[in-house]
């Protein structure tokens, strides 16, 4: 008797997908927790397993398909078990080992793929495609799942290592010549595209700007770098400064953490930061949450896996969900100055951008600085200008004054503590050689 193949149970947040590929054809044997097809929706690729061992009889929703939680895209048949399969494989097996045991180690080789080649082996029809578009053998490639399937993710990667990302983008271009191409919007640039729209029809969105010199920052970074990296096993980069100084800096104006929910605004007592990080699917922007108890190692930590995470396409629903406030780096790009958009229902937004060396007057000298602008974009109907600017000014001191985040103490603070641990150590000291110390 045939069973129902569905979708799994999609979160809250997300409402439909998109059916981007099927690993599995009509005819085809699989095990239980065999991935059987996968579904693109606007923020994660969800995987459809199988519950258990069958045999795909009939696919009911092809690929391309948008479909909602819970619904059957196909059927199958619990006939075939692993027991099954490997009585009927063994046989042949070894009549093959009887026929040919000189060339053992030939049938173990992956082929080689061309664009008229058909790939053969544990690999999906997207995931074919892709490697035949980035000129890849399968012999290279690493899989990450079980019974040995190839992915795309497991190609992309490879690709990576290999320094071959960008010949897609190129042949495209070379395709395109005097005739329009048109082609579909992906999922995910479909809902991005709708979101901000929302975004802007929903919000009182300005932006207000300031510039950071990040002299002590990057003296710091030079000095610790490599004492850094050898304890923690992560690099000292400048996201997690900015972070760090963020999430100071919200605690201290818990409105700008704040969001609008109805006729009410929510204050939250955490700092969950969304970090915008650019992948094959486009920008997600996963979120660390609770920054406030991390420290700045920690937090690089959490940049580092997500962005992993990201370029493999494995990033989970928790990984993506929430936020109180969002970074994005537009500077990795090489971008000078730019105004970013609200991600709703948070409030604020902080740009970073390009690190530029500038002629900047210090101290009534003339010094090359390397500079940054930042960008804050606000909801008004929450913010006011001034709130808007007192942040932007508090990372912009935080930021030029690193020490004081590493300390605990705020910029303003920072002196006041230095001075507070001196006098605590002479303290300590006459309290030591002082005759009337009880002995």
């Not at 990576?160 to 005739?179: C, F, H, L, R, Y």
């Not at 960008?375 to 932007?392: E, N």
């Amino acid at each position: 008797m045939a069973e129902d193949i569905k979708s799994p149970q999609f979160p809250e947040s997300i409402f439909e997908g998109t059916l981007s590929t099927w690993l599995k054809k009509e005819g085809d044997t699989f095990e239980q927790d065999d991935v059987l097809a996968e579904i693109e929706t606007d923020k994660v690729v969800i995987e459809v397993t199988a519950q258990s061992d069958g045999q795909l009889e009939k696919i009911i929703i092809p690929e391309g398909s948008v479909i909602k939680s819970q619904e059957t895209i196909g059927n199958y048949s619990k006939k075939i078990t692993k027991k099954d399969n490997k009585d009927k494989t063994k046989p042949k097996v070894e009549e093959v080992k009887k026929a040919q045991p000189e060339k053992k180690e030939e049938v173990m080789e992956s082929p080689k793929i061309t664009s008229k080649q058909e790939v053969k082996g544990k690999i999906g029809p997207a995931a074919k495609k892709l490697l035949q578009e980035k000129n890849l053998t399968t012999e290279n490639i690493t899989p990450t799942r079980k019974k040995g399937i190839i992915t795309k993710e497991d190609i992309l990667k490879a690709a990576e290592n290999n320094q071959s990302v960008g010949p897609e983008k190129a042949t495209e271009k070379m395709e395109i010549k005097g005739d329009s191409k048109r082609v579909p919007m992906s999922r995910l640039r479909s809902v991005v595209a709708k979101r901000l729209l929302e975004s802007q029809a929903q919000t009182a969105s300005l932006t207000t700007f300031n510039e950071v010199d990040l002299f002590e920052i990057k003296k710091l970074r030079e000095k610790y770098r490599e004492s850094f990296e050898s304890k923690y096993g992560v690099k000292l980069g400048f996201m997690g400064m900015f972070i760090k100084a963020s999430s100071i800096a919200l605690q201290d104006m818990p409105i700008v953490n704040a969001s609008i929910d109805g006729e009410d605004v929510v204050y939250h007592g955490f700092q969950d930061i969304g970090v915008a990080v650019s992948s094959e699917r486009g920008l997600v922007v996963p979120v660390i949450k609770n920054v406030q108890e991390l420290s700045i190692a920690e937090i690089e930590k959490e940049v580092r896996d997500y962005s992993i995470k990201a370029r493999e396409g494995k990033l989970e629903m928790d990984d993506i969900t929430g936020g109180t406030f969002t970074i994005s780096n537009g500077g990795v790009f090489g971008s000078l100055l730019s105004t970013p958009i609200l991600n709703p229902p948070q409030s604020a937004i902080l740009g970073m951008h390009k690190i530029q060396d500038r002629p900047m007057v210090i101290e009534g000298k003339v010094e090359i600085r390397p500079m940054m602008y930042l960008a804050l974009t606000y909801d008004h109907r929450l913010l006011d200008g001034k709130d808007a600017v007192s942040f932007l000014v508090k990372i912009k001191e935080l930021l030029e004054s690193p020490e004081s985040m590493i300390l605990g103490c705020r910029v303003w603070m920072a002196p006041l503590c230095f001075m507070n641990t001196c006098a605590n150590v002479i303290l300590f000291a006459i309290f030591r050689i002082s005759p009337f110390r009880r002995r």
